[in-house]
Nanobody
Framework: QVQLVDSGGGLVQAGGSLRLSCAASGPNFSRHAMGWFRQAPGKQREFVAA????????YYADSVKGRFTISRDNAKNTVYLQMNSLKPEDTAVYYCAAGTEYSTRIYTYRIPSVVPYWGQGTQVTVSS
């Protein structure tokens, strides 16, 4: 069982930056692919970024490619999402996500229904 706690959201002006963190508890964090999804008001939850269990590969939605960077520190059981050049359309609740051990489904399919573990979410608001 993996438990996730998201943090780092806030209010920022367009063009600004934020870094989200996700602290994981439970065994074998380094065996889990990790990701971030987001959900804007009135919209479905969507894939943002993911990172393989060993950190060798990263994956991004087209809408954030070149602006967001996902990374992980397996020694700290933490995954990060560095968000630069933020736009008003990035406003959403951001959710950390974890797959099962050694599963690639989180970045192969990039849909919420394949994610077994979720954080509680952190609000990101970008003002114009």
């Amino acid at each position: 069982q993996v438990q996730l706690v998201d943090s780092g959201g806030g209010l920022v002006q367009a063009g600004g930056s934020l870094r989200l963190s996700c602290a994981a508890s439970g065994p074998n964090f380094s065996r889990h692919a990790m990701g971030w999804f987001r959900q804007a008001p009135g919209k479905q939850r969507e894939f943002v970024a993911a990172i393989a269990w060993n950190g060798d590969n990263t994956y991004y939605a087209d809408s954030v490619k070149g602006r967001f960077t996902i990374s992980r520190d397996n020694a700290k059981n933490t995954v990060y999402l560095q968000m630069n050049s933020l736009k008003p359309e990035d406003t959403a609740v951001y959710y950390c996500a974890a797959g099962t051990e050694y599963s690639t489904r989180i970045y192969t399919y990039r849909i919420p229904s394949v994610v077994p573990y979720w954080g509680q979410g952190t609000q990101v608001t970008v003002s114009s």
